[in-house]
C-alpha cells in the first residue's frame, strides 16, 4: 500500500473502550502516525505516513496485545457472529452447571454428605473455562500495567476458587458431613471450614450474561454498510451493437450502456440516452414526488425506473458511484462517533489497583499483630469478594434489558448503552421531512372544477383516464377519486407520454390529464388565468398540480401532495417540553419545507441540501456548541443520522437508516422519537443509580471486611444483596408509560 494513505484495520480481543483507547495511545506514539479506534465497530482508522508501513501499525497493535489486520475481501464467517455463538455457549453450559451449586449453598436442609465435592466439581469448570474470556484480558491488561472491569471480575472468581481450594484441601471444609454456616465476623481460625464456590460461579455467570448482550448489540455494527450494498442492482441488461445480454452489474465499465425497464433499478451512475420516466430516487433523496427524466438528464444507480423503458450510459461504476459514496460517508461518521465512555471502566483503572493493594495491607497488617494466617487469610479474601464487581457488571446491563424490552412494547429499539448518555445532553433535534413529519405517501389534496358541471364530475372522469398509469400522481388521482365516489367508469384508448400526461377516452370523451406545458404543445391548449393562479397558490404550498380538460378546453386542477401524519404537531410540541429544538432540513424546495413546517411548528428550515449537506448542517451545530439528535428514514439521512450525537430512524424506513441509528422507532410516528428520548433518559439514570449503589455496597462494606468484621461468607452475601438491588431498581422501568396524544 502506498504511504501517506489512510487504512482501516480490523482489530480483535478489545472487551471495553479502554482497550480501544490504549491501543489508539500507542499507535499515535509512532512517528506521523494519526489513529482513531472505536471500540464499537472493531476498527482503527490510520494514516500511514511515509516511511512507515502497514504492517508496522498491524505488529504494534499485535505488541499491545491485540490482533490486527486488514478487511477481507470476502468474509466467509461473521467473526461477530462467531464471537457471539461463543458466549452462548459459554453463558449456557456455565449457567447450567451454577444453578445446583448456588442451590446446594444457600438451602442446608439440602447439604448431603460431602456435597462439597460435587459443588467443586461442578463450580471448578464454571471459574476456569466459563471465566476464561476475563482471566485472558485480565492478563493481557496486567502486562501492560492497566486494570480494567475484566481484572475486577477475574481477581473476584480466583479468590472465591482459590480461598474454597484451601479450605476444602487444607482446612475443614473438605470433611464429611461440613455444612454451611453464617457467622458476621471473621475470627482468629474462623473461615477455614466455609467454600465460596457459588461466588465464583455466580459472579461468572452473570457477568458473561451481560457481555453476551453487549456482543449481540456490537455484532450489527456493520449491518448500515451491509444493507447500503444490498440496495444496488445485481444484474442488468447490458446493450452492445444492438444485442441485450444480461450480466452482473459489476462488470459494467464507464461507457458502457444498459438497458432499464419499468419497475428495475438503475444499475450504476449514468446519462439518459434513450426513452424516458419518472425515477423514484425517495430511498436515496428522501424526495416522494419522482423525478422526471430524459435523455440527457443524469440518473443515480440504485434508484427506481417506476415509468418506460431507458437506455443509460455508465459515467461511474464501482467505489466511485453516489451509493458507495454515501456508504463511505457513513462508515467515517460511524468510526468517528467515540463511544460515551462507560463510568465503570473510568474508575475501575483506579478502583481495582486500591483494593488490590487493600487486600495486601490487610493480609500483612493482620499478620503483624499476630492474628494468624487464617485469620489474616480470611480478612483479605473477604476484602477481595466484598470489591467483586458483580453489581458493577449488572448495573448498565439489567437496566438496559428491561429499559429496551418496555421499549420494544412501545415501539422503541435503544441499539446500546452508548446511546443513552447523548440523549440527556442532546438540545437540538433535526427532523427530515418525507417519511418522518409526512407519510411519505402522494395523495389527493384539492380539486377545482371550471365549465364542467361540478368536481365530483372532473375527479370522476381524470380518476378513470389515469387509471391506466402506474404513476405515483396517477396513482393518488385513481384512488382519491375511488375514495371519494366509490366507482368510476371504464375507459379506452389509454395513452401516456411520459412526464407529461395521458389520454384515455371515458364515456365518448377524449380526456386529457397533464401538465400545462403538454397541454399547450402537444393539444394547444390555453390554460385561463384562473386557473394559473390556483396552479401557482397549489406550488407556493408545497403541491403538485395538474389539468383536466376534454372537447378543446381545460376544465379543472387537481393536487396531488405528501400529507403531514396526525401525531406529527403534537410531537413537534413535546420536543420542545423535553427542552429541544426543532428543525427541519430536508432535500425538497424551500416552498414544501416552508409549508411543511409552518404546519407542524418550525421555525428553522434548511431545504433543498443533498445527502452529504444534511451531515454538514449536524456538523455546523456541534461546532456551535449544540448536541444534536437526527430524525430520519431514508437512506440520503443515513450519513446524518451516524454524525449526529443521537441519531433516530423511524421504523418505516430504509434498512440502511435503522442501522446506521442509535435509536430506531419500530412505529411511523414522530412521537414514539420523544418517548424514545424520555426513555433512555429514565433508562440512564437507573442505570447511574445502578452504578451508584453497586459502588456504595463495596466501598461501604471494604472497610470492615478490612477490620475482620465480616468473613468471606457474609461479604459474598453482601455482594448478592447488592446485586438484588441492582436488578430490583432495574425492574422499575418495566413502569415505563408514553404520554398521552392529547
Keep these: 500500500m502506498a504511504a501517506g494513505q489512510q487504512v482501516d484495520l480490523l482489530v480483535g480481543g478489545m472487551t471495553c473502550t479502554s482497550c480501544a483507547a490504549r491501543i489508539e495511545k500507542k499507535l499515535n506514539r509512532m512517528p506521523g502516525v494519526a489513529a482513531t479506534v472505536n471500540y464499537a465497530t472493531e476498527k482503527a482508522s490510520v494514516f500511514v505516513p511515509a516511511g512507515t508501513s502497514v504492517d508496522d501499525a498491524i505488529k504494534t497493535i499485535e505488541a499491545t496485545g491485540y490482533t490486527a489486520a486488514l478487511p477481507a475481501v470476502v468474509i466467509e464467517k461473521d467473526a461477530a457472529s462467531l464471537e457471539v455463538a461463543s458466549l452462548r455457549q459459554r453463558l449456557l453450559i456455565s449457567a447450567a452447571l451454577t444453578l445446583p451449586v448456588i442451590i446446594l449453598s444457600m438451602i442446608p436442609a439440602l447439604q448431603f454428605t460431602n456435597w462439597q ?35 475486577l471480575v477475574s481477581v473476584g472468581v480466583l479468590a472465591a476458587l482459590g480461598w474454597s481450594l484451601y479450605a476444602l484441601f487444607f482446612g475443614m471444609a473438605g470433611m464429611a458431613g461440613m455444612t454451611m454456616s453464617f457467622t458476621f465476623s471473621a475470627t482468629p481460625g474462623s473461615g477455614a471450614d466455609e467454600i465460596y464456590l457459588e461466588v465464583a460461579s455466580a459472579v461468572t455467570v452473570f457477568i458473561l450474561a451481560g457481555r453476551y448482550a453487549e456482543a449481540r448489540a456490537k455484532r450489527n455494527s456493520g449491518a448500515a454498510l451491509r444493507a447500503l450494498l444490498e440496495l444496488g442492482a445485481k444484474e442488468t441488461t447490458l446493450l452492445r451493437d444492438g444485442v441485450e445480454s444480461r450480466i452482473s452489474t459489476a462488470l459494467l465499465v464507464v461507457g458502457d450502456q444498459f438497458v432499464v425497464r419499468p419497475g428495475e433499478k438503475i444499475a450504476t ?57 454515501i456508504g463511505r460517508l457513513v462508515e467515517q461518521a460511524q468510526t468517528g462517533k467515540a463511544e460515551v465512555q462507560r463510568l465503570a471502566d473510568r474508575v475501575s483503572g483506579i478502583f481495582v489497583p486500591i483494593v488490590i493493594g487493600l487486600a495486601l495491607a490487610t493480609l500483612a497488617g493482620w499478620l503483624l499483630v499476630g492474628a494468624g494466617p487464617a485469620m489474616a487469610f480470611t480478612a483479605a479474601v473477604a476484602t477481595l469478594i466484598i470489591a467483586c464487581p458483580c453489581a458493577l457488571g449488572l448495573a448498565t446491563p439489567t437496566a438496559l434489558l428491561v429499559g429496551t424490552g418496555r421499549g420494544a412494547q412501545l415501539g422503541i429499539l435503544i441499539k446500546g448503552p452508548q446511546v443513552l448518555e447523548s440523549t440527556r445532553r442532546v438540545d437540538t433535534i433535526v427532523l427530515d421531512k418525507t417519511g418522518t413529519i409526512t407519510t411519505g405517501r402522494m395523495t389527493l389534496a384539492t380539486v377545482n372544477a371550471y365549465e364542467c358541471g361540478s368536481e365530483d364530475e372532473l375527479l370522476r372522469l381524470a380518476g378513470a383516464a389515469e387509471s391506466g398509469s402506474e404513476h405515483p400522481i396517477a ?8 375514495s371519494r365516489l366509490g366507482s368510476l367508469p371504464a375507459s379506452s384508448a389509454f395513452a401516456s407520454e411520459q412526464g407529461l400526461g395521458v389520454q384515455a377516452t371515458v364515456d365518448g370523451r377524449q380526456i386529457l390529464v397533464g401538465r400545462p406545458v403538454w397541454l399547450l404543445n402537444r393539444w394547444g391548449l390555453n390554460v385561463p388565468i384562473e386557473m394559473q393562479a390556483v396552479m401557482g397558490t397549489a406550488e407556493g404550498d408545497g403541491k403538485t398540480a395538474v389539468l383536466v380538460a376534454w372537447e378543446g378546453r381545460v376544465r379543472g386542477v387537481l393536487t396531488v401532495s405528501d400529507t403531514v401524519k396526525p401525531t406529527s404537531v403534537a410531537a413537534v410540541a413535546r420536543f420542545r417540553t423535553l427542552g429541544l429544538t426543532p428543525l427541519l432540513v430536508t432535500g425538497d424546495n424551500l416552498a414544501v419545507a416552508q409549508s411543511v413546517a409552518a404546519e407542524v411548528g418550525i421555525i428553522d428550515v434548511t431545504a433543498g441540501v443533498l445527502p452529504a449537506d444534511k451531515a454538514r448542517v449536524i456538523r455546523e451545530l456541534q461546532a456551535k456548541g449544540h448536541v444534536v439528535a437526527m430524525v430520519g428514514d431514508g437512506v440520503n439521512d443515513a450519513v446524518a443520522l451516524a454524525t449526529a450525537d443521537l441519531g433516530i430512524a423511524m421504523g418505516s424506513g430504509t434498512d440502511v437508516a435503522i442501522e446506521a441509528s442509535d435509536l430506531t422507532l419500530m412505529r411511523s410516528d414522530l412521537l414514539a422519537a420523544a418517548d424514545a428520548i424520555r426513555l433512555s433518559r429514565r433508562t440512564l439514570a437507573t442505570i447511574k443509580a445502578n452504578l451508584f449503589w453497586a459502588f456504595a455496597y463495596n466501598v461501604a462494606a471494604i472497610p470492615l471486611a478490612m477490620a475482620g468484621l465480616l468473613n468471606p461468607l457474609i461479604a459474598g452475601a453482601a455482594m448478592a444483596l447488592s446485586s438484588v438491588f441492582v436488578v430490583t431498581n432495574s425492574l422499575r422501568l418495566r413502569g415505563f408509560r408514553a404520554l398521552p396524544t392529547a
Design 475 to 482: 396513482r393518488a388521482i385513481t384512488a382519491g377519486a375511488l
Design 269 to 325: 451512475d449514468g446519462v439518459i440516452v434513450d426513452g424516458s420516466s419518472a425515477i423514484d430516487a425517495s430511498l436515496l433523496t428522501g424526495e416522494s414526488v419522482p423525478l422526471e427524466v430524459g435523455p440527457g438528464d443524469s440518473v443515480v444507480g440504485a434508484t427506481l425506473n417506476s415509468g418506460g423503458r431507458l437506455v443509460v450510459r455508465a459515467t461511474q461504476v464501482g467505489a466511485n458511484t453516489e451509493l458507495a459514496q
Design 117 to 151: 465435592w460435587l459443588a467443586l466439581t461442578l463450580a471448578a469448570p464454571v471459574a476456569t473455562w466459563g471465566a476464561w474470556p476475563f482471566h485472558r484480558a485480565a492478563w493481557v491488561n496486567a502486562r501492560h500495567g492497566a486494570a480494567t472491569m475484566d481484572t
